[in-house]
């Protein structure tokens, strides 16, 4: 069984800056790509950021300058470090990881954290 737990969510005033986090365990073999998606009221599900298991990232246009994504792989962590936050980027943010274990291969998400930016 393999879990994503995430954490670091909240409430902050537009320019503030929050951490995220979300770790990956159960038999993990080892992990490919890791990304953070959100997803706001009455909108679909969208990628903000994505990085691989070499160092490798990318990020969606709204918020490139001001969240960086990193990883641990001996942790089997991935955070997003969000800075001068708008109110446009509240949304519920999803951890998503690509993560070979014991038997196969498979996508999985998190259970989702909220982010409110207050004006």
């Known amino acids: 069984q393999v879990q994503l737990v995430e954490s670091g969510g909240g409430l902050v005033q537009a320019g503030g800056s929050l951490r995220l986090s979300c770790a990956a365990s159960?038999?993990?073999?080892?992990?490919?790509?890791m990304g953070w998606y959100r997803q706001a009221p009455g909108k679909q599900r969208e990628l903000v950021a994505a990085?691989?298991?070499?160092?490798?990232?990318n990020y969606a246009d709204s918020v490139k300058g001001r969240f960086t994504i990193s990883r641990d792989n001996a942790k089997n962590t991935v955070y997003l470090q969000m800075n001068s936050l708008k109110p446009e980027d509240t949304a519920v943010y999803y951890c998503?990881?690509?993560?070979?274990w014991g038997l196969g291969r498979g996508d999985y998400w998190g259970q989702g954290t909220q982010v409110t930016v207050s004006s």
């Open positions: 998503n990881a690509d993560i070979f």
């Open positions: 159960g038999s993990i073999f080892s992990i490919n790509a």
């Open positions: 990085i691989t298991s070499g160092g490798s990232t």
